[in-house]
């Protein structure tokens, strides 16, 4: 669990100050190399001993920033000890491109390299992450997480544009990372970290800003298995994105948000006008732990235009044609006698070899029932699409799009989408022990 002594330990705080207007992190241009390879850290500060991380060019949590409409290309250099695949979480592109290993590629094996080439078709905030069907979580535990920012050609005016990767680590009380069990073997709630990070640094980390400023947070849930909420206190918050897809502007009910495994919002956040005021974004575990901490600091700034929306994705459907739906239930179920096999999705762990769930033709309408019979919140994400979020009764959907959603326990929801993109793409768990245990499912675009 995460402990008081944890949260002391992260007080030390990394101070990121604004040099200049609509400032932005982040690696540009469109040809990178990922040298994926094990690297010594002190994650925790007070540790007395180094954490075996595996990096992304020897850093975690690295940017990487491309225009929309610009190709992408970006080789994996796997200097790691297994298998590796990078899976571009939430992008709607070509199918080769997906990055799942076992279905839609061979992953790269130690020593070994792949190149991803596409162009992603949206704007937005995406995840980069290790998938390999049977082998994720150990990869993502230790590390080898990273962002994909697509940006607007015309982004909303911000004093600085920040990504911010939350991840916990299960560390040793030495601050050594503490060993792995087979997914199998894993508590049904997943490995539960015992130190949060920031884009793998401690918690609280400062941000500097003008009084009357505004903020871009791109905030990303990079855990293996937490699910927490997130609270804003002293600033006003506005969320324009989730899953990476614009929506209309609102401010979060109670001031917080629901933050499951691969879930990113995109928010804006207006300062208070009078310098050395602060607010927080703090994930209420426990009594409560802060994320970030922002501070007002120097001259007022000359004031901004109103929040504004980000211009909706005219490259979704306004409309879902749920009478013309080809439907499918996925029931979710896990046996505790069945150590081998211990999560199904109708009866059977995740097979790219057995039959897909749904077979359809390109440009169908889909509505899948997910049916959760199991005592945990399941959080699913589907690939190469995004979705809405249906009403009970089917009679309407929620006003924004979704690629990933939690299924509370015991309880059906039902998700609705156009299959306009080719190929073989996952539904699966984001908790990645349960993904590598069998927690998946595919769906065929034809």
């Known amino acids: 669990m995460i402990t008081r002594r944890a949260v002391t330990a992260g007080l ?50 690295p940017v990487v ?22 899976h571009f979480h939430g992008v709607r ?10 279905l839609t590629q061979d992953p790269a094996l130690p020593g070994r390299s792949h190149e991803y080439r596409f162009t992603p078709p949206d704007a937005g905030t995406f995840l980069i992450r290790p998938c390999v069907l049977g082998g994720s979580a ?65 918690t609280p980390q400062r ?71 602060s607010g927080a974004v703090t994930a209420l575990i426990g009594d409560g732990m802060p994320l970030i901490e922002v501070v007002t600091a120097g001259e007022k700034r000359p004031e901004l235009p109103a929040v504004a929306p980000l211009p909706p994705n005219q490259k979704l459907p306004e409309a879902i044609k749920l009478q013309n739906a080809g439907r499918k239930d996925a029931v979710i179920k896990r046996d505790p006698k069945a150590p081998h096999v211990p999560w199904t999705v109708n009866g059977a762990a995740g097979n790219p070899k057995a039959p897909p769930l749904i077979k359809v033709k390109r440009g169908t309408p889909v509505v899948l029932a997910l049916r959760n019979e199991t005592a945990f919140v399941q ?24 690629d990933t959603v939690q299924v509370p326990e015991n309880k059906t929801i039902r998700i609705a989408f156009v299959a306009d993109n080719p190929g073989k793409w996952l539904l699966a768990s984001t908790v990645m022990e349960r993904f590598d245990a069998g927690l998946w499912t595919w769906i065929e675009v034809t």
Request: proline residues 8%.
């Open 12 to 61: 030390a705080t990394t101070l990121i100050a604004l040099s200049r207007p609509t400032q932005a992190q982040g690696s540009g241009g469109s040809e990178q190399t990922f040298t994926a390879k094990p690297t010594h850290l002190k994650l925790r500060p007070d540790a007395a001993a180094d954490a075996e991380t595996w990096t992304f060019n020897g850093s975690l949590s």
């Open 65 to 86: 920033r491309v225009r929309q409409g610009e190709e992408l290309k970006l080789r994996l250099e796997n200097e790691t000890a297994l298998p590796l695949s990078l």
């Open 93 to 102: 592109g070509v199918n080769a491109m997906d990055g799942v290993g076992g």
């Open 138 to 202: 150990d990869p993502l535990e230790r590390g080898l997480s990273a962002f994909l920012i697509v940006e607007e050609s015309q982004p909303p005016q911000v004093d600085q544009d920040l990504a911010l990767l939350v991840d916990d680590w299960r560390l040793n009380d030495d601050g050594s990372l503490a060993p792995f069990e087979k997914a199998a073997e894993t508590a049904p709630a997943g490995r539960l970290g015992s130190w949060l990070s920031v884009n793998g640094r401690a």
């Open 207 to 277: 941000i500097e800003a003008p009084p009357g400023g505004r903020l871009r947070l791109r905030l990303a849930n990079a855990c293996n298995a937490r699910t927490m909420r997130l609270r804003f206190e002293g600033m006003k918050a506005y969320v324009i994105a989730i899953d990476g897809q614009p929506t209309s502007t609102f401010e979060p009910l109670k001031a917080s948000l629901p933050f499951a495994p691969g879930t990113r919002y995109d928010l804006l956040v207006d300062l208070a006008p009078e310098p050395g005021a």
């Open 379 to 402: 959080p699913m994400h589907l690939h190469g699409h995004s979705f809405r979020l249906l009403h009970p009764l089917d009679d309407g959907w929620e006003p924004y799009w979704l």
